[in-house]
Every structure is written in structure tokens, then in C-alpha cells.
């Protein structure tokens, strides 16, 4: 029975870690969802007294956030956060690809290069966005590099910028998802034609046409804001894009590298015998051995830049409207504003978007685990 | 291997140029640091900010290391409790899901797991509210408990991983031989589990020396580590760029330290950090 014991010791070993991040996470998500469902701040006395009345609202707060008209500051964050994780990973994967490949072409003093890519992350965000904004400042760093070689310095103001690209109307979000929506499952479907799932093509197709439809008949009754309202890709976002993915696309190349170097020199000598050139080899025997690691690396940064806070914090300040991200309006919102129920929702909107990024893939990734 | 693989000669010089181009982007930013960090304050122009500096002027170092040191010693502090006590417990941890697993371990991992890829915002009101209310707001062992429970998924996920590859076998001679569970542990896989505290240690170090989040909502002046006085440092308007330059590097100089010196490890907790390894 000694075994039994011991199996009980290994329970109550486990067990601070569990009730602490029971309490920690769990515990604490279900306050800040319930706080994000209450009133507690709206009125600024309320906020700080010792014993406040907090009354419950619902989801008024979430309401005004999407529709109200004075949170039209978070409704950019969202656009924002949207186009900055799109350019961030594009930037990470094309750049931590290419850098892979590169490297595995058996060259000298790899060790070195790989050194020198993978370096910023070792650093804090707080480092790399503190010396970025010395390079991004408008009238120095990367503006008067054209001097030195004669010509005329740049005049783009990376960080505040005002100008927008790739506007769009508020009111047409639905519209959008819906296209978005429609797109996604019409991808689902023609994998699934080339895999013959024709039970999975069934049904992608139905959600497809069914989605379709309402993009192009409902999604247009559906009234968000009584007025436009445009919202677009602020330019100012480029210079933190650039420092974001100086930072982080060294992280790609090591998750790339590691996954080149799992393809077996037989395979690629396989394939070169077959006549393949070394652009052949790539494109039709490596990359699609590579492809997981595409997945697994748009997670993992995706879940990263939907988080993004203290880059944007030391390089252009937490006030900075042009650059604001949901992840700082709801420090801002919260701790200088003292509005506990609206910085809640703003938080509780950011976990949702994050869990439906990682929560799939912990389900994939373990159950993976446990097939082998 | 490397024999086997067939050099593209023709191909090597445009390699090798792309891979110094790419050198130079990621090398620049330090450059500038470096040089910025060695001028003199009257001298530091946004025109000249790309050339060397006339006459190399270490005084901003001193100053940095002034009024950077008190914030320094906190991110020591900080950083070396919370390192060590997460790595004991997730190495704990990783024991019991690795080698003992009960019934419902499939479900309880992947929970346990979730905490490190929440946005910490999600649990940021409820966390200062707790602070507060156990007195420890303000306090750097407040930031301490923190970071080790938050650190606790990743430390958990890296152990587990790394004892799943220790044979069952061995840890059943240690059975024959009466070993319980604490046995096992301190005779068959403590002595084996250096390279997995490495790994565990090399990551928790850098992620708390690096983290600012909890860093800026839980502490005051005077428990502030190295970040939050970077970022206040560097956040004001008429600054001279020198100093914050300088204390960059103040600030990096640890965790470069280590990449540099341990950097296999060092990816190793990166890899990991995807789940899968």
C-alpha cells in the first residue's frame, strides 16, 4: 500500500501550485469579468471611496464600448491591434523564413549569425522600445540616413503620424467579419476537396453559403452606430511594426531552423536526384514539411502582439493616441482613470480574443501529445 | 552530416550578402546605443546622431549607475527569489505529472497551462486589490509572489517535458529499492534534472528581469526594478538621450550576459515556450 501513499504525496505536492493559480487566474478572471458586468467607476467618487456601492449593469459596459460614442478611442485600439498583428506576423515569418533558409545553406560562421539575429530577444521590451524611439525620432536616427549618402532626409514622423490608410466604415464591421467569415470557410472547404473529406466539404460549404447570404443581405441591416465612423491603419504603427519585428523574428528563425534541420539530407538528395533544383527542393519538399511550424509560430505571436504593451509603453508613451492598443487604454483606463468596470470589459475583450487564439491550439497541440 | 550536403558554390556570395545585410539591420540599433551612450551631452545632435563621438565621455555610465543601482539591486532581488522558488515548484510539479500521473492529469496540465498565455490585464484589478488587501501592494516580495505564480505554467511545462524523456524504468529500480516519492525524486531524478533547471532558470531569469506589467502597476519608487525606472527615464520629454542610453544598456547588460555566455540553453526555453518543444 505503500504505493497508494505515495501517490497521495504526489497529489498534495501538486496541490499549492493548483489552488494558487485556481486563485490566481481562474479566480481572478471570474472578479474582473464579474467587475467588467458592474458600474464601478463610471462615477469618479464612487471609484475611490472606501466602501463603494457597485451596482450591477449587465453588459451596458461592453455595449457602450462597441456602440457607445465616447469609446470610439477603444473601437481604433481594436483596428489597430488587428493591423498591427497582421503586418507584425507577416514581417516575423517572411523575415524569420528567409533568415532560416539562409542560414541553412551550410555556411561559414553560422554560429555567429544566429548569435547576432537571435540577440534582441534577450532584451526587454522596455530596451529595444526605449532605443527605438531614438532612432524613430523625426528629425534624427533612421530620417537623416538618406544624408549620408547625399541625399534628402526623410520627413515622416514615425511615431505620431496622423495619417490613415485602408479606412473603413465602422458601421460595415459586419459586413467585413461576415466576408472574412466566408472566406476562412471557403478555405476550409477546398482543403477539404483536396483531402476528399467530402463530409467536412458538406458542411463547410452549407456554413459557407449560409454565411455568404447573410454578409450580403443582413450584415447590412445590422445598425452598430447611428452615424459613420472611419477607422484605418494608423501610419504611425510602422516604426513599432519595424522595432516589433526586429525583436521578435529571431524567435521564428530559431522555430524555422529547428524544423529545417528535422528534414533529412536523404529527402533533399532524394529529390535533387530526381532533378529537382535547389528552388524545387524548397518549394515542394521542405516547405511543406515546415508548414506545422507556421501554425504553431502565428500562435504564439499572434497571441503575443494581441498583448503588446510595454514596446508601445517606452516608445511612444502610454498617452500616445495614435499608437494605443486595447492592452494600454485598459492600464490607462484602469489605474489613471479609476473607471474599474470599463477597464475590465477592455480586458476581458483582449483575454476572449487571445483564448480563442491559444485555447485551440492547447486542445490540438496536447491531444497530439497524447495520440503518440 | 556536413559533408554530405552539397555546397552551391555559385550561389554562396549572394547567401553571405544577404546574411551581412541582415546583420547590419539587427545590428544597428545597438550601434546607435552604444555611441549615443559614449557622447557628450552638449554634443548629442539629432544630425550627427550616426557618427562616432569626438571623444569618448563615460561619465553618463557613472550617472546611470547612480541613480540606477537602488533599481538594479530590486530586479536582483526580484528576479533571483522568483527564479529559484518557481523553478523548485515547477520542477515539483513536473515530477507528479511526469512520473505519477493520476487520473484527470490530461485535464488539469492543459488548465495549469492556460495561465501563461492570459493577457495579464485579464487578472491585473482583482491582483492589485489582493495586493492591497495582504499588505504586500508596493512591496517587491508582492512582485516576488507574483511572478512565481504566473511563472508556474511554464516552469511546470519545461520539467514535465524534460522528465517525460527520463525512462520509467529507472525510477522503477529506485522503487524495488523502497524509494518513495520523495526518494525517487531527490536519489533517480533531482541529480539528472541540471540541464532542465538550467534551461528553467536561464528562461525565468530573463522574463522576470525583462517583465513590465506587473513591474509598473505593483510596486512603488523605491521597489521599482530596472524597467519601470528605464521606462520613466526614457518616457520624459526633455531628456538628453545619453542617460537613458546609457542605463539601456545598464538594463540589458544581464540577460546579454547570459544569452551570450549560455545562449543553447537559453533557445531551448524559447523552443519550449511553444508548447510542443
Known amino acids: 500500500m505503500k504505493l497508494n501513499r505515495d501517490r497521495i504525496t504526489a497529489l498534495l505536492m501538486l496541490l499549492p501550485s493548483l489552488i494558487l493559480l485556481g486563485i490566481f487566474v481562474y479566480g481572478f478572471i471570474g472578479q474582473t469579468a464579474y467587475t467588467s458586468l458592474t458600474d464601478w467607476g463610471r462615477d469618479p467618487a464612487q471609484a ?26 477603444f473601437r481604433q485600439d481594436l483596428v489597430n491591434t488587428f493591423f498591427f498583428t497582421l503586418f507584425f506576423i507577416a514581417g516575423c515569418l517572411g523575415l524569420g523564413l528567409g533568415l532560416a533558409i539562409l542560414l541553412d545553406q551550410n555556411i561559414v560562421g553560422e554560429g555567429i549569425f544566429r548569435t547576432i539575429f537571435l540577440f534582441p530577444m534577450a532584451l526587454s521590451f522596455i530596451v529595444t522600445g526605449t532605443v527605438w524611439r531614438w532612432l524613430l525620432q523625426p528629425r534624427g536616427g533612421i530620417n537623416v540616413l538618406p544624408t549620408l549618402v547625399g541625399l534628402e532626409p526623410l520627413e515622416f514622423r514615425w511615431l505620431t503620424s496622423r495619417r490613415q490608410i485602408l479606412q473603413f466604415n465602422w458601421q460595415d464591421l459586419p459586413f467585413f467579419t461576415g466576408l472574412l467569415i466566408a472566406i476562412i470557410l471557403l478555405w476550409f472547404m477546398v482543403t477539404a476537396i483536396r483531402k476528399s473529406k467530402w463530409r467536412r466539404v458538406g458542411v463547410a460549404g452549407f456554413s459557407f453559403l449560409l454565411v455568404t447570404v447573410w454578409t450580403f443581405t443582413g450584415a447590412r441591416q445590422v445598425e452598430l452606430l447611428p452615424y459613420p465612423e472611419i477607422h484605418g491603419f494608423n501610419l504611425a504603427f510602422m516604426g513599432i511594426i519595424l522595432a516589433a519585428v526586429w525583436q521578435m523574428s529571431g524567435y521564428t528563425m530559431a522555430l524555422y531552423l529547428a524544423g529545417l534541420r528535422g528534414v533529412s539530407e536523404g529527402l533533399r538528395e532524394a529529390a535533387r536526384v530526381d532533378g529537382a533544383s535547389e528552388w524545387q527542393v ?46 494600454l487604454l485598459m492600464y490607462l483606463t484602469t489605474f489613471r482613470a479609476n473607471q474599474f468596470a470599463k477597464g475590465a470589459a477592455i480586458a476581458m475583450v483582449l483575454l476572449i480574443m487571445v483564448a480563442a487564439v491559444i485555447i485551440p491550439y492547447l486542445w490540438s497541440s496536447l491531444r497530439s501529445e497524447v495520440k503518440q | 552530416m556536413t559533408a554530405t550536403r552539397r555546397p552551391y558554390k555559385r550561389w554562396h556570395w549572394l547567401v553571405y550578402l544577404l546574411l551581412v545585410i541582415a546583420s547590419v539591420f539587427f545590428l544597428i540599433p545597438a550601434y546607435l546605443v552604444i555611441i549615443t551612450s559614449l557622447k557628450e551631452p552638449a554634443s548629442i545632435n539629432l544630425s550627427t546622431t550616426w557618427q562616432l563621438p569626438e571623444r569618448w565621455y563615460w561619465q553618463s555610465f557613472a550617472e546611470a549607475w547612480t541613480a540606477f543601482a537602488p533599481k538594479l539591486r530590486n530586479s536582483f532581488t526580484l528576479t533571483f527569489f522568483a527564479t529559484i522558488i518557481s ?7 513536473g515530477y507528479v505529472l511526469s512520473k505519477w500521473r493520476f487520473r484527470g492529469a490530461n485535464i488539469v496540465f492543459p488548465i495549469m497551462l492556460f495561465g501563461m498565455f ?96 506587473f513591474a509598473v502597476t505593483l510596486t512603488r519608487t523605491d521597489s521599482q526594478p530596472i524597467t519601470v525606472a528605464l521606462a520613466q527615464l526614457a518616457g520624459g520629454e526633455a531628456v538628453k538621450w545619453n542617460l537613458p542610453m546609457a542605463g539601456a544598456i545598464l538594463a540589458a547588460l544581464p540577460t546579454l550576459l547570459v544569452y551570450i555566455l549560455l545562449g543553447r540553453f537559453f533557445i531551448r526555453g524559447l523552443l519550449a515556450g511553444s508548447v510542443k518543444g
Open chain 2, 118 to 213: 492570459i493577457p495579464y490585464q485579464s487578472i491585473l484589478i482583482p491582483l492589485f486589490q489582493f495586493m492591497r488587501s495582504i499588505g504586500l501592494y508596493g512591496s517587491i516580495a508582492g512582485l516576488i509572489l507574483t511572478h512565481v505564480v504566473y511563472g508556474l505554467p511554464i516552469t511546470t511545462l519545461i520539467f514535465r517535458n524534460y522528465y517525460a524523456e527520463i525512462p520509467d524504468e529507472m525510477l522503477d529500480a529506485g522503487k524495488i529499492d523502497g524509494a518513495g516519492f520523495f526518494g525517487l525524486y531527490s536519489r533517480v531524478l533531482f541529480p539528472l534534472s541540471l540541464p532542465g533547471f538550467v534551461v528553467v532558470i536561464i528562461w525565468q531569469f530573463t522574463q522576470i528581469w525583462n517583465e513590465f506589467l
Open chain 1, 282 to 327: 524548397y518549394r515542394l519538399v521542405i516547405l511543406p514539411l515546415v508548414q506545422p511550424i507556421t501554425l504553431s509560430a502565428m500562435i504564439i505571436l499572434g497571441h503575443i502582439s494581441l498583448k503588446i504593451f510595454d514596446l508601445i509603453f517606452a516608445m511612444a508613451g502610454a498617452d500616445n493616441a495614435t499608437t494605443d492598443v486595447p492592452a
Open chain 1, 48 to 73: 475611490l471611496a472606501l466602501h463603494p456601492e457597485i451596482r450591477f449593469t449587465g453588459f451596458e459596459t461592453y455595449k457602450e464600448l462597441f456602440t457607445g460614442l465616447i469609446d470610439v478611442r
Open chain 2, 87 to 93: 523553478a523548485l515548484m515547477g520542477s515539483m510539479n
